[in-house]
């Protein structure tokens, strides 16, 4: 079993910036390959960012691109997920994804392991 603590989320004005972090605890990390996810109230879940074990290979959304930055630093065990220029539509639940698979994907399915999820608010 792998837990997913996130962290990081809260309220800001439009155009402003949150960094998200997301520690695992369980087994080895470093071979796991990781995302995030959104989902805001009435709509399903949503892939934003993935990163593959290593940290070179990183995957987005294209509503997100250029100014979300995902990250691993697979010595603290954790993934990040730095946001710039955040939008009104970017307001939702935020969730850290694990997977025992070691390289990116977008897929919902692919991933074994779910945090609880962090609540970003973008005001307008």
């Known amino acids: 079993q792998v837990q997913l603590v996130e962290s990081g989320g809260g309220l800001v004005q439009a155009g402003g910036s949150l960094r998200l972090s997301c520690v695992a605890a369980g087994r080895i990390f470093s071979r796991y390959g990781m995302g995030w996810f959104r989902q805001a109230p009435g709509k399903e879940r949503e892939f934003v960012a993935s990163?593959?074990?290593?940290?070179?290979?990183?995957y987005y959304a294209s509503s997100v691109k250029g100014r979300f930055t995902i990250s691993r630093d697979n010595a603290k065990n954790s993934v990040y997920l730095q946001m710039n220029s955040l939008k009104p539509e970017d307001t939702a639940v935020y969730l850290c994804?694990?997977?025992?698979?070691?390289?990116?994907?977008?897929?919902?399915?692919?991933?074994?392991?779910w945090g609880q999820g962090t609540q970003v608010t973008v005001s307008s």
């Open positions: 990163i593959d074990w290593s940290g070179e290979n990183t």
């Open positions: 994804a694990g997977s025992a698979v070691a390289y990116a994907d977008y897929r919902l399915t692919f991933y074994d392991y």
